[in-house]
């Protein structure tokens, strides 16, 4: 019987003096692969302003049927370093600083991405340039923006200073950054097209997007519908939640849910393109 062990690693970032990158490994035994094989890992990734234990994911990684790290991008909780809004080129290259460890280090194949917001931008980006996206299979899109320019629309005013206030609270603590105006121009002005062209076609993609998310319109996930669709042989569903806002709150088990019944129809060879309502009764609601 496979029992599950949990164990926090620090990852040292080479491009960043005295910081390590924080997170969690959620590792199976005896492995799930022959001895010729590489143990197949997923790589959880939090949005904005969130840590690796955020919403779903820890309760996502401790049910997944394959090993998986989730972890802190720098300045998110345990990560030391500076978050900035605009900053999106630093967390791609966390991300490849966590691949690199895993790949190289642990002896992993990269074979599953889930992000959250913020997070799925990056699994956008790093999917459709890095040289060892090529082992991925299969990709969860949770809220994930596509229309960047839309943040124009919401932002607060700057002030004289040329800045404004962002404040949340992370891991049950303030936490306060300052939003300059070169931020939001590189948030606006982020490529998320890019996956347009450039996306592998063998990635099978789930995208969960709340129907109430305030945050990042629904629109945006059927632009990726749109987008992604028609890819062979990968294919492309998407569930939206009638009652969800952009973090799933108070519904974090129906994302896991749903990625799980995805998973499980991957493993009989079963995704096809378009909506995914399994689980969903007619007539009955959402799961």
Known sequence: MSERSTERLAIPHPQEKDC??????????????GSNSKRKIAVILHGAMGHKDYLFQK??????????FRFDFRGCHETPGNWRMGGL??????????????TKELGYEIDMLVGHSRGS??????????????????????????????????KPPFNEDGYYELKATVARKPFTTRVYQEDVHNFATWRSSRVTGDFPPWVHVLTVHGMQDKTVPVYDALIYASTLSGRKPG???YHLSETADHNFTGLQDEVVSIVLGWLEAFQRD????????????????RL
């Open 235 to 237: 294919t492309f569903a």
């Open 270 to 285: 079963a995704l096809v393109d378009g909506l995914w309502l399994a689980g969903v009764k007619p007539g009955k609601g």
């Open 20 to 33: 390590s990158i924080i997170g969690t490994l959620e590792q199976w035994s005896p492995p799930q692969a």
């Open 89 to 102: 080129a630093d967390d791609v290259v966390d991300l490849q600083v966590v691949v690199d460890h895993l």
């Open 59 to 68: 309760r996502l990684a401790q049910q997944l049927p394959i090993d998986s």
């Open 121 to 154: 931008l990056i699994c956008f980006y790093w999917l459709s340039t890095a040289p060892e996206a090529k082992t991925v299979t299969k990709f969860v899109n949770v809220s994930g923006r596509y229309r960047m320019e839309k943040i124009l629309e919401t």
